[in-house]
């Protein structure tokens, strides 16, 4: 199972990079397109605003969150969850 | 003699014990209650009308979730802020505060004006609030979770505990119940809207009688004591002077607040907010299921599943929470397509037959308020071989610019026969038989997994991220994802598309779950 943790812990650590990647990337496809469609009357102006808003709210909570899977990542790689604190003394 | 004794005392304790997990949940409940009722009214599309522009109605419909989000993101900062009050002063002062924060902000939310009379204003008022109320709410449930579990007898916190558990989905249930009273109250049956009262002023009643419900909640929590465990370790001098640094910059209480949050919290939000927030959205605006319909069925699905928190809170002290967690997360992976695409499958109206001698079509022209635009109002009235009637409306605004292209807005209320109806029940109900797999044993879980300390700030981080982002983000991310699969080939979208948010979220949660929680429970808490 230790190993099982510390093969993890890399796909952890490069699974939170991945994901913040894939967000931008999101991100800057989806508005030149939403820009397009809007100029060409497809869709209304007011799409452009909810967009920005939920791209900003998700990149802002999640690339922290990201952060966190990398560093939970780490201290798998690094044995820190080899054995699990059963009491206070133990933390 | 030495058997009558012990006999009396245990009877003490669970006469405490109950009057302790009483006290909580009311007051929990309440809150949730609270938070709830501009979740609900967020997802009739209410809030959305009401305090943003009403140019685009799915501009509105996010922007009113995103408002609802705003409230799930600043939990964790209430956590956090409340979690430390908690660890330095107590357990009971704090969630008193947050009891007050929140009726306060709700019952100021019933009082704003529209955007139509307010403006900008009228958002962003709302917006503060609901920040509020999101603050109140991160404070609160770690407070009552650790409070009940600090009294509980170690081989019973599951159950015990499991009572907490019951408050958010009983605080949901008790806002959707008065969301249908005060529509069934103000609805006229021979109007084209029946419930247009409802949706121009009658939605703010919810809002204001929490005020009440607050005031009976502060008067049964002053007659709480203060955890005993706290006490004992306020006595000795053991409380922690800084109980955030202590919790995120010591390396091992962070490690275990990562591992609570991906090895269980973030699944459970998700599931959390799948099966009871999404369900009724997507019954709603993608199902077009009748507004009210949506509300009884999700009711009548909680009242059933309501009591499994307690079975599984219960069971979890005999066989351990991971496991329990872990087949609730995985059944949920398995099954959220399925039972969605079937949610929609009985709703269709293109896959049911209609009756069209029983057809009726009516037509109303008016002015526009305030305006000389006229507003021409289509209504039909459809039955279908099932015994399934739906209401198709289509409004045109007809503006007196000629210039400007009339504006054409449809929606459709379905109303479901009996055997649809009950299968719809059955839907939601798995759903949130899965919540109660992974939800009733997770306070116990979080409890054993902190000292005293400093449990009250480091529980209530995970728990509040992982279900206040990773959760209550998702009707607003699921939706968004839908709109980003419309194209003009499809422009309904792919329906399903936007599950694989919970269903990922809920898979990476399972994964570590599996591979690093452990599977015992905690005898020992006071530690």
């Avoid at chain 2, 408002?67 to 900062?77: E, N, Q, S, Y």
């Avoid at chain 2, 329906?495 to 929680?517: K, M, Q």
Wanted: hydrophobic residues 45%.
């Amino acid at each position: 199972m230790d190993s099982i943790k510390k093969i993890l812990g890399i796909v952890w650590m490069l699974l939170a990079p991945a994901l913040i990647v894939l967000m931008f990337n999101q991100f800057m496809t989806e508005i030149p397109a939403l820009e397009k469609a809007i100029e060409a009357g497809k869709k209304p102006a007011s799409e452009l605003q909810s967009t920005y808003m939920f791209w900003i709210i998700t990149i802002t909570i999640f690339v922290p969150i990201a952060g966190g899977l990398a560093l939970f990542g780490f201290y798998s790689f690094k044995g820190e969850y080899t054995k699990i604190a059963t009491s206070s003394a133990e933390l | 003699m030495a058997n009558s004794s012990s006999q009396t005392t245990h009877t003490q304790t669970d006469k405490n014990i109950w009057g302790v997990i009483t006290a909580s949940s009311v007051g929990t409940l309440i809150e949730w209650y609270d938070f709830y009722i501009f979740g609900s009214l967020a997802a009739m599309g209410i809030i959305g009308k009401q305090f943003f522009p009403g140019d685009n109605p799915t501009a509105a419909f996010l922007s009113s979730l995103a408002t609802f989000a705003a409230g799930f993101i600043v939990r964790p900062f209430g956590a956090l802020f409340f979690g430390r009050l908690g660890d330095l002063i107590g357990r009971k002062y704090t969630f008193l505060v947050t009891l007050l924060l929140m009726g306060g902000s709700t019952f100021f939310i019933g009082l704003i004006p529209s955007y139509a009379s307010w403006g900008a204003f009228a958002p962003l008022s709302v917006l503060i609030l609901r920040l509020l109320q999101g603050l109140a709410l991160g404070g609160e449930y770690g407070g009552a979770a650790t409070y009940v579990a600090e009294h509980a007898a170690s081989n019973r916190r599951g159950y015990f505990t499991a009572f907490i558990q019951t408050t958010a989905t009983l605080g949901l249930l008790l806002s959707i119940g008065v969301i249908i009273l005060t529509q069934l109250f103000l609805r006229d049956e021979n109007a084209i809207n029946p419930n247009a009262t409802f949706e121009e002023w009658g939605w703010r009643i919810p809002f204001l009688i929490s005020i009440f419900l607050i005031i009976v909640s502060v008067v049964i929590r002053m007659k709480m004591h203060e955890s005993p465990m706290f006490k004992k370790v306020k006595s000795e001098g053991k409380i922690s002077k800084n109980p955030l640094k202590e919790s995120f910059t010591q390396k091992a209480n962070l490690k275990m607040v990562l591992l609570s949050l991906f090895g269980a919290t973030a699944g459970q939000g998700v599931v959390w907010y799948t099966g009871q927030y999404y369900a009724l959205s997507f019954l709603n605006k993608t199902c077009g299921v009748d507004s009210a319909q949506a509300n009884e069925i999700i009711m009548i699905a909680i009242v059933f599943v309501t009591p499994f928190f307690l079975v599984f809170g219960a069971l979890s002290d005999r066989i351990g929470r991971k496991y329990i967690m872990m087949l609730g997360l995985l059944l949920a992976i398995l099954a959220y397509r399925p039972i969605y695409q079937t949610m929609y499958d009985v709703s269709d109206l293109t896959k049911k037959k209609e009756l069209t001698e029983q057809t009726k079509k009516s037509l109303q022209a008016e002015l526009v308020k305030g305006k000389q635009d006229s507003l021409l109002t289509q209504k039909v009235n459809k039955v279908f071989d099932d015994g399934t009637k739906a209401t198709l409306i289509t409004k045109t605004t007809k503006f007196q610019d000629a210039a400007k292209a009339p504006k054409e807005e449809k929606s459709k209320a379905v109303v479901l026969s009996g055997s649809n109806k009950w299968t719809m029940v059955f839907l939601i109900f798995i759903q949130i038989f899965f919540v109660t797999m992974v939800y009733g044993p997770i306070a116990a879980f979080l409890v054993e997994i902190f000292p005293t300390k400093i449990r009250y700030t480091s529980m209530s981080l995970p728990y509040h991220v992982g279900n206040g982002i990773f959760g209550g983000l998702t009707p607003y991310i699921v939706t968004r994802i839908i709109e980003a699969s419309k194209t003009a080939e499809n422009p309904s979208g792919d329906i399903l598309s936007g599950l694989w948010y919970p269903i990922g979220i809920a898979a990476l949660t399972l994964i570590i779950g599996l591979v690093y929680l452990p599977s015992r429970t905690d005898k020992d808490v006071t530690d």
